[in-house]
């Protein structure tokens, strides 16, 4: 399509409005209210142009530019001295009542605000009188508010509420007087609140985390990296200054994350500066503390050619570390770091999407679903990005309906939602527990996780799956069936949803057989499984022994040197089990970058980097390998895990690491011995990569001080630290253009000083970024293969006297190990000490509410608080999993009444 911008004509696609086309076409027009993906509402009049009828028309029509679609031949002037007037207006106008304190504004230098007042020519303040005042509010620990900056782009609340689905934030009005915030002072509820600092434009919501270590973005050093609190791997951009992390900000990939994260990934960064970090590595008993590197390499060479020794993996360290560990041990000797439940489910998952013929989608894709069944899932809390995604899927059919009837775009977001009401598209939920999208389903069905997967199951026989019909639903329970068989059958494109979270895995078998029947019966379907964390994938694709075996070879004295990679066992199995696998251990060797329980036990301690100071590769649950690079050289002797690997096998003469020194050395050898991984190679440049000759800078051209931080050790300038395993520098100098997607560190470009830059940074507004986004799938589906159903559903839930079924319950704050050392999530963290239960089944066994209860694992006696939670069936109960110090880990498990108030396994 043709337009004509100032007389010159360009080429644009159809469908946009003409603001997002000035800017796809790198012009600057300002702009407050509009955002890519909460659409147009025309609030804050600053994109005006100049529109005219034809080539004919000399006068033409002030409009704003996001509320106006681009049409063929349309002839606009951004130039017209009308326009530009009325945009400098306009921002003096927002500007009456700013208290233009920019020098003691966290967003000062890297503020929307700024850019747009630079770029509307408003460079001095009219306004000589009284301003209008408010007073802020406590918002909880994530976010600062600062409500007198605050210049009515309604941006917040149109995200808050309209887009992820919040209740506590409002706009109130009175006259000339609104305000944004709540009713009341109190931690904002909402587990994607930490958006709000990079959707406003100003500095009324700020990050709270970085001003308590507070530093300029500027002088910030950034990597490009991915987070670690769960398995949907979103792209983030890490900033450190002084050898601490002091932000994680959201990284653009338009088919991960796009422009949000969750609040666990954004504030869930603090382990990496925690006061139990390992810097030195140590020795016991033999030396007292720590012990310089070389030395402790040669001790741990001498104890691995001496002893039989195996290794444990870990689903939270990079491929290349897992990796590097299996090499030094040997295939036979490397046991996956994971739960028993977690390997059964990570392991099911990868079944099915490899032998699949149906798709798992991007989180940019689940967003265009039209219709969606979450099976056994609080994604809310397991995947929390996902949830932000099935609330802009349960849009898409009712947004469909009214571009057609009413010929709306859907980037016309306020009559689109004024048409829509509250119209949502086909949600179905079978969970045990409520969920925060319960709100939206079209239908919830709620029971004992394998009376849920029945009624799964039956819904894959209606599809036309291959399996064994289930014959015993209730009539309530098949009417559900055939609503979700006609709304998935009807669907351009369903969305079935499963995963881990219930420990059921046959949540997971019954979302494959659903997906691939509707595949069989010519749709298209897309398939999600979650995973427990950010590498879980990965391992299980380079593959190992269960966790249990490794306790069985140490226990029956098959090996006696146990090497333990960036892992605390003490959360994969119960601690008893793991107690007891110790005590047979001769020597225990960790690499670790946290002192944990499993620290405590160990007779060798390497430290090891965090994602913050290391190099390595991620896989998602999608399937996507992306990379994460280091932020800043860190303290001490910490290293990379696979580094310490590569060093001891050099000195113990393993040969299968035999001349392996770099990062591109170990993903050379790793997609060597795992075929299947080769993609991992061309998923970010080599090391060697330059622009010009010249490395990509992780600090921008506004960097200062760095002379200033030495300057108490001298006044010389150090020589900056050479990276040779990546083309990034730990300096501001080097090339100062675009660099390759996988490799940007943070966003800029001149005059967009804020991260609404990255519009200069995509091929499309909201779309892929130049080159392709970052990530490269392995798994993608075999269309043509025939599925091998799972045929039979799992037997009707039936409680047995005197027990009950345990079953793991997730937070999204408190279940993930290493978001905990984040003082502002332990203090969200729900109380974890305590066992869910059916009142029925407290007042049957003579519990009271609130008091201890006491059962037996294995003849070890543990306490928890009964609390009853009416949701959950008679004979089930439940715990929050990733408890603190928890000292049960294995669920499922039956727990069997034995007299008035304790209860005790059933083995």
């Known amino acids: 399509m043709n337009i004509y911008i100032d007389n010159k004509k360009y080429e644009i696609k159809e469908g946009k409005n003409l603001l997002e086309a000035c800017l796809q076409l790198g012009l600057n027009l300002p702009y407050f209210c509009w955002h890519p993906a909460l659409g147009s509402v025309g609030a804050c009049r600053q994109c005006a142009i100049k529109l005219y009828k034809d080539e004919d028309d000399t006068k033409g029509r002030l409009v704003m530019g996001c509320m106006e679609p681009v049409r063929e031949n349309v002839r606009i002037s951004l130039e017209d001295s009308d326009a530009k007037g009325f945009r400098e207006q306009v921002i003096g106008w927002l500007m009456t009542n700013h208290p233009h304190d920019c020098a003691v504004c966290d967003e000062g230098g890297s503020c929307h605000l700024q850019d747009m007042t630079v770029m509307a020519g408003h460079n001095y303040r009219d306004y000589r009188f009284t301003k209008r005042t408010y007073n802020n509010q406590d918002l909880g620990p994530f976010l600062n508010h600062e409500m007198n900056r605050c210049i009515q782009c309604y941006r917040c609340v149109r995200y808050y509420k309209d887009y992820a689905g919040g209740k506590d934030l409002d706009v109130f009005a009175a006259h000339n007087h609104v305000y944004f915030g709540r009713c009341g002072d109190g931690k904002l509820e909402s587990e994607f609140s930490g958006n709000l600092a990079e959707v406003c434009p100003t500095g009324v919501f700020t990050d709270k985390t970085l001003q308590s270590h507070y530093t300029r973005k500027w002088d910030l050093t950034y990597a490009p990296s991915i987070c670690q609190g769960c398995s949907l791997g979103c792209n983030v951009s890490a900033g450190e200054r002084y050898g601490t992390l002091r932000q994680i900000a959201n990284r653009y990939n338009g088919e991960v994350n796009g422009y949000f994260l969750c609040d666990r990934g954004r504030y869930g960064y603090e382990f990496v500066n925690s006061q139990q970090r390992i810097y030195e590595p140590a020795i016991r008993p033999h030396s007292n503390g720590t012990v310089n590197k070389e030395h402790i390499i040669e001790v741990v060479a001498e104890k691995i050619k001496k002893g039989k020794v195996i290794g444990i993996g870990s689903p939270r360290a990079s491929l290349e570390s897992n990796f590097a560990l299996k090499q ?48 056994g899932e609080d994604i809310t809390n397991t995947a929390p990005l996902m949830a932000l995604a099935v609330r802009q899927a349960a849009r898409q059919q009712p947004i469909h309906d009214t571009e057609q009837q009413l010929h709306l775009a859907p980037w016309q977001d306020a009559p689109m939602r004024e048409a829509i009401q509250d119209k949502k598209g086909p949600l179905f939920i079978l969970n045990t527990f409520p969920t925060k999208l319960d709100e939206l389903a079209t239908a919830i069905h709620r029971g004992a996780p394998d009376n849920l997967a029945r009624i799964a199951f039956a819904l894959a026989a209606k599809l036309g799956a291959d399996i064994t019909p289930v014959s015993d639903l209730h009539e309530d329970e098949k009417e559900l069936v055939t609503r979700m068989a006609d709304a998935l059958m009807a669907a351009k494109s369903s969305l079935i949803i499963a995963g881990y979270g219930s420990g059921c895995d046959h949540f997971m078998k019954a979302a494959a057989n659903i997906s691939w029947a509707l595949q069989q019966q010519g749709r298209t379907p897309m398939l999600s499984l979650t995973l427990p964390e950010c590498n879980s994938l990965g391992l299980e694709i380079l593959g190992g022994h269960r966790l249990d075996s490794a306790i069985d070879v140490v226990k029956q004295g098959e090996a006696d040197t146990i090497i333990i990679l960036e ?52 896989v998602n649950n999608e399937g996507r390998a992306q990379r994460f690079f280091q932020v800043f050289v860190p303290k001490g002797s910490v290293q990379e895990s696979w580094r310490w690997f590569l060093q001891i096998a050099d000195k113990a003469i393993i040969p299968r690491l035999n001349g392996l020194q770099n990062l591109d050395d170990i993903i050379w050898a790793m997609c060597v011995a795992v075929p299947f991984l080769e993609k991992v190679q061309q998923i970010a440049p080599h090391a060697d990569f330059r622009i010009n000759g010249q490395k990509i800078p992780r600090e921008s051209h506004r960097y200062s001080g760095r002379t200033a931080n030495l300057a108490k050790e001298n006044v010389s300038e150090p020589k900056p630290s050479d990276d040779i395993d990546t083309p990034l520098s730990f300096t501001m100098e080097g090339y100062r253009g675009e660099p390759p997607a996988p490799l940007i560190p943070y966003f800029w470009s001149p005059g967009w000083n804020s991260v609404q830059s990255v519009n200069k940074y995509q091929t499309e507004i909201g779309g892929h970024l130049h080159g392709g986004d970052p990530g490269l799938r392995l798994l993608e589906p075999h269309v043509n293969g025939k599925p091998h159903y799972f045929r039979e559903a799992p037997d009707h839930f039936v409680p047995i006297p005197g027990h009950v079924q345990v079953m793991p319950m997730y937070n999204i704050f408190g279940s993930e190990e290493l978001s905990m050392y984040t003082k502002g999530i332990a203090q969200s963290s729900q109380d974890f000490f305590c066992m869910y239960m059916n009142p029925e ?67």
């Not at 003579?846 to 209860?853: A, D, E, F, L, R």
């Open 567 to 618: 892992n605390d066992l003490y959360r994969r199995a119960d601690e008893h089990v793991i107690d007891e696998m110790f005590k047979h251990a001769k020597e225990v060797i960790l690499v670790d970058h946290l002192y944990n329980q499993t620290a405590e036990k160990a007779t060798v301690i390497l430290p090891a980097g965090t994602f913050a100071e290391a190099d390595g590769t991620l």
């Open 328 to 375: 030094l041990v040997g295939t036979d000797n490397f046991y996956l770091g994971m739960s028993d439940s977690d390997h059964d489910h990570t392991g099911l998952a990868l079944k099915i999407l490899k032998e699949g013929p149906v798709r798992t989608p991007s989180l940019h894709e689940m967003e265009q679903a039209d219709a969606v069944l979450i099976l």
């Open 841 to 907: 089944d407290m007042h049957q066994w003579g519990v009271s509410p609130g008091i201890w209860v006491s059962f037996d694992v294995d003849h070890h006696t543990y306490q928890m608080v009964a609390v009853p939670n009416h949701w959950l069936p008679r004979g089930i109960a439940a715990l929050n999993a990733g408890l603190p110090k928890s000292k049960i880990i294995d669920l499922p498990q039956c727990i069997r009444l034995c007299g008035s108030e304790s209860l005790h396994i059933a083995r």
